[in-house]
């Protein structure tokens, strides 16, 4: 055992971190109603998540050496490596969390000075920018061992990871996912995809010097069934009204699922959360205090803006309810079968919305507004992500004249502030909110 | 997709998806999607294509090939503009493979009428054609490429029996693309080959805004050929009907530099 991962990570971080959750709980103890606040109270669900994440980027600052360190694209069949013992980091992720916490914007720039162009995936800039750099909010990140690349959420991240592997010279495994332009997977396309998910484990075996095990791997995947279907359920929890929580509480406690998916302690949060949510549906506590309009969000949240669009909206007793981009990670976990990993885990990751038709996405939005009661889509229309993007103008046109909503066409860039005008989405949003009230 | 969904054409509109790797995997998914492909063809033409038609199409395609790689291996010898070339080589796309075959065949032999400085060209298409004019004027001539619509579609011939195979394998031998995935370091070991066979004095990429597969490579072909003293210059430009100024005068400064 690393004396530094020991002591540093093992014992004084994790004992800091709980620290501090333990103030933020009783904090949040302390918290009432206030009638001149358009939100109620966060979820005290959001602070054992907070704990969650900078304890996983906290062991990342000290694991080289100690466990083989992979990075992986956020729709990657993780599950392999975990059973492995990779230590896993999400380079979309970070890049979140880099713009959530506005350092993206410089990133970015570094990035491009070193020759990235500003029309590339803000991603892909953040995170160049802090592997040239070697500046990140969260200490530090692990030199990866190995990258799994899965095109299944868009073709942008073979171009990046083939840039990360040239910089670190270490293996790129590819899992390339056919896009479905018909609604289920042909055979001949989950075989291609079951058998790259098998190829993965002798290059992964070579690199972290140890067996694979099918038995822990059916174990991680039955913890990613369950983590995926308590996912689901709580934000089908908003289905309530009021609805307990916001698509922007959703965005934010996204990060277990994504990073953490297959680990007992995701289920042990999401179990948590989703009893916080019952408590409040019984109680009659909404997330915003006067929700009047209830709207869903298409495409990627717009990260440096999660605290005052959420504000603002809720100024005007708008909650978003339900988001296409936060149900990604629950709508495939009745598909993950631990007793036939690998042909399930080959579906799952061939469907994701992302990997398929625009069609279907259309379809997946008019059932996300019969079922959770929306009066109101807006569509990000995201200069960063263009598969997310495209068709947005022909699904907005059909939500309005076929639905009946009023859509919005939100052009912004989910990483990059320089691409959103604020005055001018602002003017666009009051409008569709007025609307929505007519 | 957007077509398919949105704007339904009365035709019916086909897919064909190419893997993103060389493995066996690769190869065993695309023989089946052309398979698939091809049980659809038949469905909308009332035609399934006898082994005699298959031959047939592969001898004419063949010839088409190799004319495209004649007509790069002859480029020094072909009394022609680079925009005369480039015009028979985007020819490929949409004429027959007889058709292209005989105007491939039919440019005239002698001194290239373009001299001057030699540069590499790169990127997805080079449009607008008056591109080639420019760089001539400017002093400059185009000694070869890595254009995906142009030497990127030297596919190699196949001698498989099974016509399935035999297309399959000529597409995953088809050189380095950043569209389909390849390593950098290929497309970098083909370009460092071809700028010192070709004598070139240094590599213009020139590619539309928005192109990641494009985009994501520049600073690493700037960087690794410029380790082995090859400059580059980037170019973005739309595809537009006429080169813009800002394009022009860059493209005219790189020239100068490299004579």
Redesign the interface.
Known sequence: MNLDYLLRYRLAGTAGLRLQRWRAEWKHSRMRPDPDRPLNPPLRSTIRMREMMSRHYLEGRHVAGVRPVAWVTSGAPTEILKSMGYFLVYPENHAALCGARRHAEGLSVAAES????R???SY?RTDLGSVLTGETPVGNLPPPDLLLCC?NIC??V???Y??L??HFGCPLV?V?T??L?QDVA?P??V??VR??LE?IVPIAEAVAGREFSEQEFREVVGRAKRASDLWLRILERARHRPSPLTAFDGFINLGPIVDLRGDQRTIDFYEGMLAELDERIDRGIGAVRDERHRVLWDNLPIWYRIGPFSRWLAERGVNIVASTYTHAWGELAEMMDPDDPFEAMARVYLHPILNR???HK?SAMRRMVDEFSIDGVILHSDRSC?PYS??QI?QRD?LVNDVGVPALLLEADHNDPRSFAEEQAMVRMEAFVEMMGS | SVVADFLRPDQPVLTLYLPRGGRASDRSYLVEELHRLSGRLAEISGSEPTAADWEEAFLAEDAADRALAALYADRSHLAVTDRRFYETVRSREYLTAEDFVTAATGLPHGDPLATGVGLVLSGIVAEPLELFDRINDAGGRVVGDDLACGARRIYPPSDASDPFDRIADRLLASPPDPTRGSPIADRVAMLTDLMASTGAAGLMVFDVPFCEPELFDVPLLRRHLGETGHPMLHVEAELAGVLSHQALTRIEAFVETLQ
């Open positions: 070193a020759g990235y162009s029309d590339i995936c892909a095109t073709q942008t073979l171009y990046w083939r840039v592997a040239d590819l390339d056919p896009f332009y042909a001949h396309q075989a291609f058998r790259q190829e038709s625009t069609g259309l263009k495209l068709g022909d059909r």
